[in-house]
DNA sequence: GGTCCGTTTGGAACCGGTTCCAAACTACGG
DNA sequence: CCGTAGTTTGGAACCGGTTCCAAACGGACC
């Protein structure tokens, strides 16, 4: 990540590469003082104004020889502006910050990773603000990342809630909401609810006619609510398929306390989970209760993590594609703070992995 | 994270605390313009100078009747101060960079969690730099950090270079590092030799004859080196055990191909894997083998991930205490940002966590 | 050669803070 | 009542860029 965007335009004549500057030259010469030369030296050194520097910096038009004078000067001093002079005037940087509810989650990492890599690409910097899944601090950082003059606010809610609206409409900075959905805010969501058909649809086809499903609370849209509709849905398509419903937190400790209940009062042929750490607390209270996956009991997930590859057996579960999807939301934030039109809602996709875990009835 | 450092001092009186103000105040009265009221305004509004409320809002001397107007004041108008203004005088930020590798690995989120944490409490902010584990991103962004006034730096490397020298050096800037260690530069490192060695003598007394040691290249000190030279010395201690040392990646894939072809070459009772992941493939590739863990091969890792609880044995491994070596870290940073003296290496702790993956022999 | 237009250039103001210095005010001892 | 020291205050310069405006320049055309 990094490096700023310093050429705004795509004009290839006037613009000189940051890059090149603090590797190549800059180094070494100067020692400590990194950055230390101002425009002011650089104009004095080439023999011109202040002005003329920023505008040969900034694309503007500048004289053949007085080009050449500065370049010369910038290559050998290893001049490099300061961001924050720039800011102040600007009042905008290339920095699009990022909310996230927690570091340590598979899905949250992998979208980091693509938007931080699709940003890099597109010249703008990432700012990760991490809020350990408190409310307050979501809009205390929406505040904060406003304050820093962001160009752009990429938000991974878990909820979204009437302070986040009205923070949203006062800090007056382009905000994508990713992984939730919300008709007054851009947002940017995996497709839940057809994964929760498909993967009806799926368990149905393979036979299962008693099926737990063990999903979160509604307060999460996406995950609580769209996953089990779409599964809902795609179960009455099906005939003589029963279904319960049950609900636990997002750590596998709980659905590893909540599977064993599960099994004994409902007794299903198959468990299908509202995400990956929960299938695999299932997998862990099955082999526990002596059951053998998938001969005693089915069990499915929804993320498609690494990990669910490398379980015994492998887990069946419906893959989405966080990385992907980290790399549109940079895409689409960068349109928007460009004041380009995009569509409110965009749609990511995903797939079934088939894997051991889920055994075919009759 | 977030929420610059306003009050340097601990002196109580003529500091403000920005929280207040923006949530309270300023939400609604101002719509959309957050902090768009300055200095001037300020000092304007109150009838004293700029300075006067500068020094207000830095715990300089200021009389009691002309601090009670300011503080009216800013409490009424919601005013924030412009953080690029403030860096660009004072050359200096309080945010605290740290260069990570890569996001989605279970050691860098909670390392990463434990700083946020700490760095919060400390009123410091984090920022972080993801190089996808790419040398030449390491350098540029110490140099983009730099580039950037951040207070300090917190570098998790998986190794330390010549130009990382250099570079520590170029940029004058304190530089903690974390999980690897060098001579020239402070280091928090976990204890991996004595855990190394730790798992020898615990993999020993269980009665292993027969051991094959997965670890990983020798780049890496930490991990490649140290992990396996304290496992080479506990087993030197302990009287007729052969080992034989294999190398893999960090990837659970590599591991899982690797696996079988040790299994059959050296028939060992027990696998050292050099860190959880790996210990993972072990686990995959023996089930694949039809294996029965731990009776017929034993398997431990390293690291402590979650996960391995939930796995089917539960993994036997080593515990890092990644989210409290993270706290430490955010603690030294600020204190070499602090110019205190500290020492030039840190340990953080470990224990071993005994699950069923290993079977008791003889 | 003069006029006009477009390009290049320099000067100065500005962004919003911090800091230095000197002036004004206060209090206290002699 | 004055001198002195200490505190409070305002004014101005400064940080390092950007931008506006007007002046200088250069070429084309009449």
Redesign the interface.
Known sequence: ???GLLCKSEEASPCYNE?NI??TSG??LF??N??MTTIADIARLAGVAKSTVSRYLNGGSVGEQTMRKIERVIGETGY?P????Q??KAKKTNIIGTVVP???S?AT??T??GI??KLRELNYQ?????T?QDLDREI??L???????VAGIILLATKVTERHL?TI????IPVLLVGQQHEQIYSLIHDDFEAGKAIGRFMAKKGHKQIAYLGVSEEDIAVGVKRKQGFAGAIKEAEEVKVRYYETSFK?GDA?EKVPSILEEFRPTAIVCATDNIA??A??AA?SKGLKIPEDLSITGFGGY??TE???PGLTTVQFFYKEAGGMAADKIVQLVNEEEIQMLSVSDFKIIERESVDILS
Chains 1, 2 share one sequence.
Do not use: C, H, P
């Open positions: 990540m990094f490096w890059k603090v590797w180094a070494g020692g400590v990194v950055s490099s300061n961001t924050f002079a800011s102040l927690r570091l340590d598979y990492s992998k980091l990773i931080d890599e990432m700012f990760v603000s991490n350990s205390e950082s505040y904060s990342l406003a304050k820093q003059k009205e409409q006062e800090i007056g596998i590893l695999i607390g997998l862990k082999y690494e990990i490398m379980l015994n």
